[in-house]
């Protein structure tokens, strides 16, 4: 696997946004707090740090950047000092182009100091951002000869805004670049498979071929970039969906954590370059796509590994602290439950236990997924009635916590036993080769005497690693 070069950087200058979209990936709200603003020493820090490290261009990005214009006009009067202007873009919803006079006033403010203005339309921004609003950014910057980048989402739910989308093309020409709704933040309450994006992005470039005057036309792609929130986190990948930390600006600089990229995937998981197909080899047989896998966060001690939890939110329970999944939901993010149990805690009861807390957290709609297999011997004959229901690991294979790795790429075997160091990860051909090196390691392990009772294991339909004894 080849180190792609990563030549574009997002700035998150803010997450603040009046428009509040039902899709947003940041779950950005209209209030303005400070700490959603990004401060001008990281805006300065990071232009340094993305100029003297090869990031050709720059994406002003939020939130959205035009809602406090004094924050903005700072933003763009320290890049210009490191970038030329045709190396900044700016991403808007066009919320501010309520009359000819705003939407002018806006447009000379960045005219001559941006390369290309980008402009949602679809029916996400449209609830708050009247199409007139569009119509107005794309005349008066032809006029101005601004570069307007028309961003256009499209799915099953938006074919009404097809023949008036055409018609803004062929009036004003801008160019166009599609996008996608990314399967995190508010969006992950979406049916991904109901969006249908490919079916009606065809149907629309075939109805606009010959309205282009040679127009560029963007198709959605995941080139690798660097996104920095106002915070000062610095993730990396190819889609804001699968965001991954590599760092602070504050604290490091941009090139040793591009040198820890050769090596890097979510959570610290080390590869070498960010190659989606070597993912899908490490997979569960329970997960639908790498992007779902990309979520999890049990691959190092602590999870907490950005303020911003860009995947599910990890969390350690025990028999005495099942109460706290529920307490932990903030309301947003899916949880990740790990339980943590040991050879007292398998019994029937406990079974009870666990069972009534999937069922209320199932009840109150709190969104939830198992980490790691349950024993047979919690749940006896409905084990597998509540393992399908719950979509609960059956086993090590299916389980998220198979393995860790370190910051030198070498992996470690599950939590109970993580002491233990295996191979480098890119010595493993799968998920399969990792389990089968593994058992090498559970065989030489002292087995519970519970466990080595119990008529499940003897049956051979729970081999008890979990409970192995270090």
Known sequence: MNKRKINHGIILLTTA?????????????????????????????IA???SKNDILSVLISGGEPFYDLKKLDSCLNILLNYYKSDKINIATSGFFATNN?????????????????QVSVDRFHMKKVPFSNVER???????LEIRIVLRILLDKKSRHLIKPVIKLISKYEPEIAFSITDPSGRAELFDQKLIGYNE???????????KLNKRKIHFPQSPIRFTIYPNGNVYVCCNSAKLTFIGNINNENLNKMQNRLKRNFLGFIFFNGLDCKFINKLIPSDVSDQCDFCKNQPFIENSNFGVEYQGRKFIKISMKSL???EKKYDGIHELLLSFQLNEFDLKKENGIK????FEELFDKKIRFKVSRPLPRCLFGQNWNKVVRKFKIPKDCFECRELFSVDR??????????????????LNFKGRLDILKYYKKFYEELEISKKCNNCIYFERKLCNALCFRKI
């Open 17 to 45: 946004c009046p428009i509040e979209c039902e899709h947003c990936a940041l779950r950005c709200t209209s209030s303005k707090e400070k700490q959603k603003w990004m401060p001008e020493k990281i805006i300065r820090r």
């Open 48 to 50: 340094e740090e993305y």
């Open 101 to 117: 006079e705003n939407t002018l006033n806006i447009l000379n403010f960045v005219k001559r100091r941006v390369g290309a203005l």
């Open 137 to 143: 950014v794309l005349k008066f910057g032809k006029m």
């Open 200 to 210: 009606v992005i065809n149907s629309f470039t075939s109805k606009i071929k010959n």
């Open 323 to 325: 109460d706290s999944a």
């Open 354 to 357: 666990i069972l009534k807390t």
């Open 408 to 425: 030198n790429g070498i992996t470690k075997i599950c939590p109970n036993i993580y002491n233990i160091k295996g191979k480098d990860l």
